[in-house]
C-alpha cells in the first residue's frame, strides 16, 4: 500500500517567520493530498488540500506545492503567528479504478511552535 | 455544517472488559473510519466501513472489531480490552467520493488499566 513520510517531525520558528513541512509519498496512482491540523486536545481539521492535476494551491498565508515526478508535497505556511501552533497531518489518498472509496494514508505529523 | 460525533471524549476500562466507541454522523455519509492516535506514530487506520455492514481492515485490525448496522453508527469494538490499547481513538467520515476531505469527531481518549 501506498506509505507517506513527512518531515520534520517537529518545527519551531520566530512569529512572523515561515515554516515548511514536506511530505512524500510511495504511489504514483495517489491523486488527493490533503492536510490537517489539530490543535491540543482537539480534532485534526482539514486547512488545505490539492488534487494530482494542480501543482500549487493558495489559501491565505497558507499554500501547497506538489510535485508528481518527485512524488512529494510541501505545506508553506508565512508571516507565521502563535495560534499555527499545533500537530499538522500530511495525507494521501488514491481512488482505485471502479471503486468509490479511497482511504488517506497519513504521514506520522509535525509538531510546529511558533514563539512570539 | 458536518457533524461526527464520538460518545465519549474519556473513557476508564479494565483489562478483559469488552470495551465499545461509538460514532455516529448525521450527514448521510457512506463511508466512516477508525483510526488510533499515539504520540510519534501519526493516525493509523484500524477498520473503515463503505456501507451498512460492509468493513474492511485497516493497517491494525488485531484486536478490534466493528459494526455498522445503521449508516449513520459506525461502532469500535475491544473483544477483550488490554494495556497496549490505552490510545486516543478517533472516528471520521467522507461522502461517496475518496477525492474528499475527511470530517473527524473530537475523538475518544481510552484508557485500559
Known amino acids: ?116 | 455544517d458536518v457533524k461526527v460525533t464520538q460518545s465519549s471524549r474519556y473513557l476508564v476500562k479494565r483489562t478483559g472488559e469488552k470495551v465499545f466507541l461509538e460514532c455516529v454522523q448525521d450527514m448521510d455519509h457512506e463511508n466512516m473510519f477508525w483510526y488510533r492516535q499515539d504520540p510519534g506514530l501519526g493516525l493509523r487506520l484500524i477498520y473503515f466501513s463503505y456501507d451498512v455492514k460492509m468493513k474492511e481492515k485497516g493497517d491494525i485490525p488485531e484486536g478490534y472489531s466493528v459494526s455498522r448496522e445503521k449508516k449513520e453508527r459506525f461502532s469500535l469494538i475491544l473483544e477483550s480490552a488490554s494495556t497496549n490499547q490505552t490510545s486516543m481513538y478517533l472516528c471520521a467520515s467522507i461522502e461517496g467520493n475518496s477525492n474528499q476531505p475527511q470530517h473527524f469527531g473530537d475523538g475518544t481518549r481510552l484508557s485500559i488499566l
Open chain 1, 1 to 116: 500500500g501506498e506509505n507517506v513520510e513527512q518531515h520534520p517531525s517537529t518545527l519551531s520558528v520566530q512569529e512572523g517567520d515561515s515554516a515548511v513541512i514536506k511530505c512524500t509519498y510511495s504511489d504514483s496512482a495517489s491523486n488527493y493530498f490533503p492536510w490537517y491540523k489539530q490543535e491540543l486536545g482537539k480534532r485534526p481539521q482539514l486547512i488545505i488540500d490539492i488534487r494530482s492535476n494542480v501543482g500549487e494551491k493558495k489559501d491565505q498565508r497558507i499554500a501547497v506545492t506538489l510535485n508528481k515526478t518527485a512524488k512529494h508535497f510541501s505545506l508553506h505556511i508565512t508571516e507565521t503567528q502563535p495560534e499555527d501552533s499545533a500537530v499538522y497531518f500530511c495525507a494521501a489518498s488514491i481512488s482505485p479504478r471502479g471503486s468509490t472509496l479511497g482511504r488517506l494514508y497519513f504521514g506520522r505529523g509535525t509538531q510546529l511552535t511558533v514563539w512570539p
